[in-house]
Antibody, heavy 116, light 108 residues
Framework: QVQLVESGGGLVKPGGSLRLSCAVS????????MSWIRQAPGKGLEWVSHISSIGLTISYADSVKGRFTISRDNSKKSLSLQMNSLRAEDTAVYYC?????????WGQGTLVTVSS | DIQMTQSPSPLSASVGDRVTISCRASQSIRKYLNWYQQKPGKAPKSLIY???SLQSGVPSRFSGSGSGTDFTLTISSLQPEDFATYYC??????????FGPGTKVEIK
């Protein structure tokens, strides 16, 4: 059974940092491109970042470039998102998803709230 | 970047109705168009990829069509569990992977 479980969300002050994790099981993680996608409260979906199967190809949305860093540990079947210099507009539910061009498997999401 | 638009939003319909949701890309994306369903408080679920390929386990009342810039998601007979928000997403020129703004299907 496929499972993606995000963790690490919470309340953080503007300018602060947070690290999200996504633990994967049920498919061959080391063969899979992975992405982070977010959804601000009451808003639509926004792709944030993706990473190739062995981490050689990485890309970011312009809105997070230079502040967020995606990484993966294939030995632990784990995906991470280091978020620095957080802003109020980064407040969202963050999902990890397997990326096949489309996003076929999604986690349940973790809420990040940036507020003073 | 490729921009995606959707119409209508919201969409009011009744159980048993045939429902059509449109998605348009700002430039040709061939058939690299994907559809998702999202219910309140839940993660999105993949419905259709490659414009018309049904994801495993998705009921056959869902279908997708189109190519180039204009695409359609059709629900042949709306069921109570289909009331949700539907998003299209292009995967032709990435990054970024861009989503449409969503179409909320509401009870009439």
């Amino acid at each position: 059974q496929v499972q993606l479980v995000e963790s690490g969300g919470g309340l953080v002050k503007p300018g602060g940092s947070l690290r999200l994790s996504c633990a994967v099981s049920g498919f061959t993680f080391s063969d899979s491109y992975m992405s982070w996608i977010r959804q601000a409260p009451g808003k639509g979906l926004e792709w944030v970042s993706h990473i190739s199967s062995i981490g050689l190809t990485i890309s970011y949305a312009d809105s997070v470039k230079g502040r967020f860093t995606i990484s993966r540990d294939n030995s632990k079947k784990s995906l991470s998102l280091q978020m620095n210099s957080l802003r109020a507009e980064d407040t969202a539910v963050y999902y990890c998803a397997r990326t096949m061009g489309f996003f076929d498997y999604w986690g349940q999401g973790t809420l990040v709230t940036v507020s003073s | 970047d490729i921009q995606m638009t959707q119409s209508p939003s919201p969409l009011s319909a009744s159980v048993g109705d045939r429902v059509t949701i449109s998605c348009r890309a700002s430039q040709s994306i061939r058939k690299y168009l994907n559809w998702y369903q999202q219910k309140p408080g839940k993660a999105p679920k993949s419905l259709i990829y490659g414009a018309s390929s049904l994801q495993s386990g998705v009921p056959s009342r869902f279908s997708g069509s189109g190519s180039g810039t204009d695409f359609t998601l059709t629900i042949s007979s709306l069921q109570p569990e289909d009331f949700a928000t539907y998003y299209c997403q292009q995967s032709y020129i990435t990054p970024p992977f861009t989503f449409g703004p969503g179409t909320k299907v509401e009870i009439k």
